[in-house]
Nanobody
Framework: QVQLVESGGGLVQAGGSLRLSCAASGSISSINVMGWYRQAPGKQRELVAGVTSDRDTSYTDSVKGRFTISYGSAKNTVYLQMNSLKPEDTAVYYC??????????????????WGQGTQVTVSA
């Protein structure tokens, strides 16, 4: 089992920045893809960014150039640095982790482990 705990959400004005953190614990040695998903009210959950254990990264088009996903030095923490935030970035952000036979990006499906979610609200 893998446990994921997110932190770092909050309220910020448009143009501001936030950094989300996801701390993984448990049987993490098999995890080779981690990602951040988000879900806005009335919308489907979508992949925002992903990173493999080889530190390859991918981003959805709407956040390219503004968001950066990265592993911490110990590889049990994943960060999402969000700059130039827009009101349309408002959503609950979820950390996700999985073990894939071929860790490709973007992943064809979410991994099997989810965090509890953290709210990000961007005011105009």
């Amino acid at each position: 089992q893998v446990q994921l705990v997110e932190s770092g959400g909050g309220l910020v004005q448009a143009g501001g920045s936030l950094r989300l953190s996801c701390a993984a614990s448990g049987s993490i040695s098999s995890i080779n893809v981690m990602g951040w998903y988000r879900q806005a009210p009335g919308k489907q959950r979508e992949l925002v960014a992903g990173v493999t254990s080889d530190r390859d990264t991918s981003y959805t088009d709407s956040v390219k150039g503004r968001f950066t996903i990265s592993y911490g030095s110990a590889k049990n923490t994943v960060y999402l640095q969000m700059n130039s935030l827009k009101p349309e970035d408002t959503a609950v952000y979820y950390c996700n982790a999985g073990s894939f036979s071929k860790p490709i990006l973007p992943p064809t499906r979410p991994g099997g482990y989810w965090g509890q979610g953290t709210q990000v609200t961007v005011s105009a």
